[in-house]
């Protein structure tokens, strides 16, 4: 098995390692958070292929790409599976990160994004 891997920030555009949206935690009377919301960083982001074949037409992918060359349908289909399993894993850690669930495990964690505020509080997966 290959893997793949990719450290996205998300919605850090001053590059600050903070959120730079507001953040919602739901409920029937909501509170608002206002960015900078602690903590973007990089989410660590991985996707694998299941055989070496795959993980080769990823790579020309890549080098095609890389060298402005059209791709074929194979090496099309391939790559963008890839990528698409790299966007989704980026997401579900986002989605971990700002609403406290562990979907590995099923287990319900909360995010403190204020420390500030008593209690604990979470986004909703919107937000994320």
Same mark, same amino acid.
């Given at each position: 098995?290959?893997?793949?891997?990719?450290?996205?920030?998300?919605?850090? #555009? %001053?590059?600050?390692?903070l959120f730079d949206q507001f953040c919602?935690n739901g409920g029937p009377s909501p /509170?608002?958070?206002?960015?900078?919301?602690? $903590?973007?960083?990089?989410?660590? !982001?991985? *996707?694998?292929? &299941?055989?070496? #074949? /795959?993980?080769?037409?990823?790579? %020309? !992918?890549?080098?095609?790409?890389? *060298?402005? /060359? +059209?791709?074929? !349908? +194979?090496?099309?289909? $391939?790559?963008?599976?890839?990528?698409?399993?790299? !966007?989704?894993?980026?997401?579900?850690?986002?989605?971990?990160?700002?609403?406290?669930?562990?979907?590995?495990?099923?287990?319900? /964690?909360?995010? &403190?994004? &204020?420390? $500030?505020?008593?209690?604990?509080?979470?986004c909703v997966q919107s937000d994320a």
């Open positions: 098995m290959h893997c793949w891997e990719h450290r996205p920030v998300v919605e850090d #555009a %001053d590059d600050d390692d919602d /509170e608002t958070f206002e960015p900078p919301i602690p $903590t973007a960083g990089f989410f660590l !982001a991985r *996707a694998c292929t &299941d055989t070496q #074949a /795959e993980h080769q037409t990823v790579k %020309d !992918a890549i080098d095609a790409i890389l *060298a402005a /060359e +059209t791709l074929n !349908a +194979t090496e099309l289909s $391939t790559y963008n599976a890839i990528v698409d399993d790299i !966007a989704d894993a980026g997401y579900a850690a986002c989605v971990s990160h700002l609403i406290g669930d562990d979907p590995t495990t099923s287990v319900v /964690e909360f995010t &403190d994004i &204020d420390p $500030t505020t008593p209690g604990v509080q979470s």
